[in-house]
């Protein structure tokens, strides 16, 4: 390298941790997913979260949480993710296209993975708007079937349109021959998906909370009420819905686990904040 030469100042701090953009889809006005290159020597457990973001207009770089949306198999990383309007990121963030580079420190860390918790028979991912994301990981890792016989997923969100990126990633997933394959036939019955909207008129309707404490999911779906020796959760949401939902998980006799000590449930923050 010719020490004379500097690099344009634009590029410059991204360096070394630039990843390319591959692919960008628009959601709703206020949610869009993207695609980039995966660094070489990356490896993380399907629902861990790593910092991503750009350079900002000082040079400096503008970095935020992000989980990780794809599973650890795949050979690009996708993400899930809101647009603030005024947010230092993401009023940015949203116009990237293919071609773009943005910044990925290659650090992934988080609680919410298959490790921290016990082995059971069924594991529920419970999540609000983008806190989907790290479920996005676990439903299309494998493992996740090999350890649990049926997977729950809850997504709730205010309307009908910004629940369509978790529907589609479990239809998907459903109707994947080479899942059937791995898994059986009956594929289909261990992914189950309960969507529902709080502000939108949709065929399931309230709040994770509610619909747990009321006993509705458990009625709808046929299956019996949360029980400490078959049920395990991940949480994911803003942190007013965690403890809400917490209290919930343990009013059902679940404790919270950590990696170091595995237990029946964990949770992760989807965002700091009150939410938008
Ligand atoms: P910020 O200044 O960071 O946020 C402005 C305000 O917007 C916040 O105070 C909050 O009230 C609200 N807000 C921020 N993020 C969200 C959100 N996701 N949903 C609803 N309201 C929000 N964001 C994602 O979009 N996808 C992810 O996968 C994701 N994973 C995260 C994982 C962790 C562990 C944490 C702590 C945060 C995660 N976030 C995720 C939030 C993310 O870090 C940023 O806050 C978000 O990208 C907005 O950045 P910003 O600079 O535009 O605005």
Known sequence: DDPHVTQPKSTAGLLPDAQTVTAVRHWTDGLFSFRVTRPASLRFRSGEFVMIGLLGDNGKPILRAYSIASPNWDEELEFYSIKVPDGPLTSRLQHIKPGDQIILRPKPVGTLVLDALLPGKRL???????????????????????????????HTCRTRAELDYGRELVENLRH???????HGDDFTDRLIYYPTTTREESPFMGRITDNLASGKVFADLGLPAMNPAEDRAMVCGSLAFNVDVKAVLESFGLHEGANSEPREFVVEKAFVGEGV
């Open 176 to 182: 994947d021959p080479l899942l059937s394959e791995i």
């Open 124 to 154: 529920w991912f419970l999540a609000t708007g983008t806190g989907i994301a790290p479920f996005a990981s676990l439903m299309r890792d494998p493992e996740t079937f090999e350890r649990y016989e049926q997977v729950i997923m809850m």
